[in-house]
């Protein structure tokens, strides 16, 4: 009877455990990711747009396979940066951040995936608040990916801007 008993406990575990996805993972930083805001600005929110060409081969490098696909992809860190600070507003002037991701794929919808409000001005690095839900799984499986960086400023501007992010993924497949 103790046999069928610990069977009976231990069989769920042990398919519990066998049934993992084994799946890689790597993370992968895209760093100086710019985003150019071309002037007059005006108070309220400015998108501005990085076209990232997702190449599995050069991320994954020797891990990489034909026609292999991404099973996750998560944000983990999202940092924007002012580095133009003797010519610049800096974060003076601005109230919000919202990163997302978008593709041309229409079967995939644009994605809020991180933020931050309010925005702490005397920092010369923002780090933004991830979203815990956001799968960007779909988007990693794409050829090309939309970065939009919209900032909510507080008032007009009438120069340029530009600001530079590092935005760290981890990246699951078998």
């Known amino acids: 009877m103790r046999k ?15 049934c993992g996805n084994g799946s890689k993972r790597q993370i992968i930083t895209l760093s100086d990711v710019e985003f150019s805001y071309e002037g007059p600005l005006y108070e309220g929110p400015n998108p501005a747009q990085y076209a990232w060409k ?4 050069s991320l994954l490098k020797d891990q990489y396979q034909d026609g292999m696909k ?8 999202a940092e924007i940066r002012d580095e133009e600070c003797e010519d610049c507003y800096g974060f ?17 919808p644009m ?4 933020l ?17 839900e956001a799968d960007l799984t779909d988007y990693l ?25 590092t935005i ?7």
């Not at 994605?111 to 991180?114: D, F, I, L, M, R």
């Open 4 to 18: 069928l008993i610990f069977c009976a406990l231990a069989l769920p575990l042990l398919l519990l455990n066998s």
């Open 54 to 57: 997702v190449d599995l081969k």
């Open 70 to 77: 991404i099973k996750g992809a998560k944000l983990l860190t």
């Open 92 to 108: 003076d002037d601005i109230k919000s951040f919202v990163l997302s991701f978008a593709t041309n794929n229409k079967d995939v």
């Open 111 to 114: 994605q809020a995936v991180a």
């Open 116 to 132: 931050l409000n309010p925005i702490a001005s005397d920092k010369k690095v923002q780090a933004l608040n991830i979203s815990g």
């Open 141 to 165: 499986n794409e050829s090309e990916v939309y970065i939009i960086l919209d900032s909510d400023l507080k008032q007009d501007i009438e120069a340029n801007l530009t600001l530079k992010a």
């Open 168 to 174: 760290t993924l981890e990246l699951s497949f078998d």
